[in-house]
Structures are given as C-alpha cells and as structure tokens.
C-alpha cells in the first residue's frame, strides 16, 4: 500500500482498545457476504456495531470528523445509540465494486 502513489491510512491498536476498526476492501470478493449486508453503496461506509455486533447506525460518504469521533465516543461508552446513526454525504459509488 505505501509504494502504490495513494495516501495511507495506517491503524496502531492495542487489544485493550475499547473500540475494534476494522477495514474490508470492496473489490475482494471473500468480503461480498458483508458488502451485502451491511448495504455497501458508497465509499467511504462506516458500519457502527454495538458490543453485541448490532448495527446502531452507518455512515456513507464524507463526513465532518466530528461525526466519527462522537459516534466512537457513545460506542465505546457503551450509550444506547450514536448521534449519527445515519448520515450520507459525498461519496463514491461501490457498484462499480469488482464483487459479483
């Protein structure tokens, strides 16, 4: 990923980390299952699981950091909901994705 010209984004984590991030690429097709059901469109998407693995909300497209940070705030506190559970803005379109 660093020698192919784009900007990287690179993950630190720890297990005792009170949030998982986890990245699935839309053109490979072992992650097809998930792009399906979790209602993959637009790129970026963010899914936000409860402890549970329950979806409390998604996010597609650009979004103010803001949004992120306060939906990772409310997850990882264990809240209820997140206060952006649903949120579109710019995007790119996945149906061009390679998955079929």
């Known amino acids: 990923a660093l020698s192919n010209g ?3 984004v690179v993950e630190f984590y720890a297990d005792w980390d009170r949030v998982n991030f986890v990245m699935l690429n839309v053109d ?7 792009l399906d059901e979790f209602g993959v469109e637009g790129i970026p998407h963010f899914a936000f699981l ?19 940070l306060e939906n990772v705030d409310a997850l990882a506190h264990g809240e209820a909901s997140i ?3 649903r949120v579109v803005g710019q ?3 996945a149906e061009a994705r390679k998955v079929h």
């Open 6 to 8: 784009k900007p990287t």
């Open 28 to 34: 490979n097709t072992k992650w097809e299952q998930e």
């Open 50 to 68: 409860d402890k549970a693995g329950n979806e409390e909300g998604n996010v597609v497209g650009r979004l103010p950091e803001k949004y992120l």
């Open 83 to 85: 206060p952006h559970a």
């Open 91 to 93: 995007f790119s379109s």
